[in-house]
């Protein structure tokens, strides 16, 4: 864990507010500069903005990146809450933000499209700041897909600092910035090298973060425990609730709720450790559940997990790509992994019928929400917000069908 993770936990178990430690944090970046296609994208454009949070000036000479690119900062200062951006080519960033002047750079390697791990260490060698991005999960936001044969549609992940003009900007310099929901793309182009940025805002929503249901394969036996670390720049006061259904048939009924609680009773392991529990009841046989968390803070700001998805107009936002998980009483102990790929009743449907319509001129490539489920004699791992879809090219006809399975980072 880096030095102000560790700090932020502390503070929030002693009830303060915020940060108390001057740290320098990754504050912005722009790694996928916009271009139109068929002209590829110039790397020499991209850079990674430095925000000092405190009123001091602080020395950051012979301060080095070592993940993501390769540069060491020779001889460069933060002014007390000022910014220094480090470019891919000096000169590139001069002549696109030429009012900026905090600058360094000409680094080695790049920002890759689909994400990276951007490292920061100071001049022993020691970890300073850490951020892997992504442009999928809780980076980017579940859209519809375009329209294929037979008016499919399914899901595509979004994100505008994905080549579409934007950078990616901190929303709160003072919570963890680890976290994808910490981030959003830029709302003005280009981002805001230099000055604050263009969605900072010091009241942010609660993080719901690392949100699991167990047992992973429960049996009609069981009840479902699911669990929520919930974040905060106020250390008490939040609030979450669970929202639920069962989606094995391709009418499902309203969502049912239940409290999530953080003191230590109805099925909540610790009281006031932020992690929030809430029980499902057992279900039957089969039985598809289809869950999200929403999480509202002290002032009224609220985040759902799984995020609102946009529908097919691509305006509308909808509490529907959320996460799953079914009932299976059928146990399983051989050798081989057993995958599982779980949707809900309407999509498995709509997966079923793309496969019966695909042939090689339609390649339909819709791709359905679900829960990937790993087991082998290691254990189960669970990754939620999956993606499932026909694939292949010559085999896409085939039965059994291929499909390819993507999980988002």
């Known amino acids: 864990m880096f030095m102000k993770k560790a700090l932020f936990a502390i503070v929030c178990l002693v009830g303060f507010i915020g940060a108390v430690q001057a740290e320098i944090v990754i504050n912005e970046f722009l790694f996928h500069p916009a271009h139109v296609i068929p002209v590829p994208e110039d790397p020499r454009r991209e850079w990674i903005e430095l925000h000092n949070t405190e009123a001091s000036v602080a020395v950051l000479t012979n301060w080095q990146f070592t993940g993501g690119i390769s540069f ?32 360094v750079g000409n680094w080695q390697g790049g920002l890759a499209n689909g994400g990276e791990t951007i490292e920061l260490s100071d001049a022993g060698g020691t970890p300073m700041d850490k951020v892997r991005y992504a442009t999928e999960g809780e980076w980017g936001r579940r859209v519809r897909g375009p329209v294929y044969y037979g ?115 109805n099925g909540d392991a610790m009281a006031l450790d932020r992690i929030f529990s809430a029980v499902i009841p057992a279900q039957p046989n089969n039985t598809i559940v289809q869950f999200y968390v929403d999480a509202v803070d002290s002032m009224g700001k609220h985040r759902t997990w799984p995020a609102p998805a946009y529908e097919t107009n691509g305006v509308s936002l909808g509490q529907t790509a959320n996460a799953l998980y079914q009932v299976d009483n059928s146990g399983y102990s051989g050798p081989a992994p057993l995958y599982r790929l779980i949707m809900t009743a309407a999509e498995r449907a709509e997966l079923t019928s793309i496969w019966s319509n695909d042939n090689l001129s339609r390649v339909i490539d819709a791709e359905m929400n679900g829960t990937f489920v790993a087991q082998d004699a290691n254990g189960i791992e669970v990754r939620y917000l999956a993606g499932f879809r026909n694939r292949g090219h010559g085999s896409r006809t085939r039965t059994p069908h291929n499909v390819r399975v993507n999980v988002p980072g």
Request: proline share 10%; aromatic share 8%.
């Open 151 to 265: 008016n499919f549609r399914g899901w595509k992940w979004a994100c505008p600092a994905d080549g579409e003009g934007a950078s990616m900007e901190l929303i709160n310099p003072f919570l963890p910035n680890e976290y994808g929901q910490a981030w959003t793309s830029s709302s003005v182009a280009n981002g805001t090298p230099g000055a604050p940025n263009s969605v900072l805002s010091p009241d942010q929503a609660p993080l719901v973060l690392d949100v699991h249901h167990s047992p992973s394969v429960p049996t009609s036996s069981n009840t479902v425990t699911v669990t929520a670390l919930i974040v905060d720049e106020l250390p008490v006061g939040s609030t979450a609730t669970l929202y639920w259904r069962d989606v094995s048939t391709a009418s499902p009924l309203a969502f049912s709720t239940r409290v999530m609680r953080d003191d230590g009773s």
């Open 72 to 103: 060491t900062i020779t001889n460069a200062t933060l002014p007390p809450r000022g910014y220094l951006i480090v470019a891919a080519d000096v000169g590139t960033f001069k002549t696109n933000y030429p009012t900026v002047t905090n600058v």
